[in-house]
C-alpha cells in the first residue's frame, strides 16, 4: 500500500540521515556533507532511488561507495529495492561541500 506525502518524505529525510554514514574513503567525509548526493526519491511503496556522483568520474572506488548506499539502506529497510545511479551532470567540485563538510575539512 502506497504511503501518505508526509510518510514518503520522512522517510527520505531518514534515507538522507543514514547516508551521512557512508565516507568517501578518497577524502574522508561523509557523501552528504560533500554534495555528492543529489537527490533521494522514494516511491511510496518499496522502492528509493538514489542519484548521486564521485568526486571524480575515475574513483577506483565508484562500486564499492554504491554498494555501501545500498547496504545502509537496506540495514533499516530490508524490503526495499535500492536503486543507486551514478551521474556526472552537474559535475561535482567543492563548491557542492556543506558548511559543516567545509569545517570537518578545514576549509573554513
Same mark, same amino acid.
Given at each position: 500500500?502506497?504511503?501518505?506525502?508526509?510518510?514518503?518524505?520522512?522517510?527520505?529525510?531518514?534515507?538522507?540521515?543514514?547516508?551521512?554514514?557512508?565516507?568517501?574513503?578518497?577524502?574522508?567525509?561523509?557523501?552528504?556533507?560533500?554534495?555528492?548526493?543529489?537527490?533521494?526519491?522514494?516511491?511510496?511503496?518499496?522502492?528509493?532511488?538514489?542519484?548521486? =556522483?564521485?568526486?571524480?568520474?575515475?574513483?577506483?572506488?565508484?562500486?564499492?561507495?554504491?554498494? =555501501?548506499?545500498?547496504?545502509?539502506?537496506?540495514?533499516?529497510?530490508?524490503?526495499?529495492?535500492?536503486?543507486?545511479?551514478?551521474?556526472?551532470?552537474?559535475?561535482?567540485? =567543492?563548491?557542492?561541500?556543506?558548511?559543516?563538510?567545509?569545517?570537518?575539512?578545514?576549509?573554513?
Amino acid at each position: 500500500m502506497k504511503k501518505s506525502p508526509e510518510e514518503i518524505k520522512k522517510i527520505e529525510n531518514e534515507i538522507y540521515e543514514l547516508l551521512k554514514q557512508v565516507i568517501d574513503p578518497e577524502i574522508g567525509i561523509d557523501i552528504i556533507n560533500l554534495g555528492l548526493v543529489y537527490n533521494i526519491v522514494y516511491d511510496g511503496d518499496k522502492t528509493v532511488y538514489v542519484e548521486m =556522483t564521485l568526486s571524480t568520474p575515475a574513483c577506483p572506488l565508484s562500486d564499492a561507495l554504491v554498494q =555501501t548506499v545500498e547496504n545502509i539502506i537496506k540495514q533499516k529497510y530490508p524490503d526495499f529495492d535500492v536503486k543507486v545511479e551514478l551521474v556526472f551532470d552537474p559535475p561535482w567540485d =567543492t563548491s557542492m561541500i556543506s558548511e559543516e563538510g567545509k569545517k570537518k575539512l578545514g576549509m573554513l
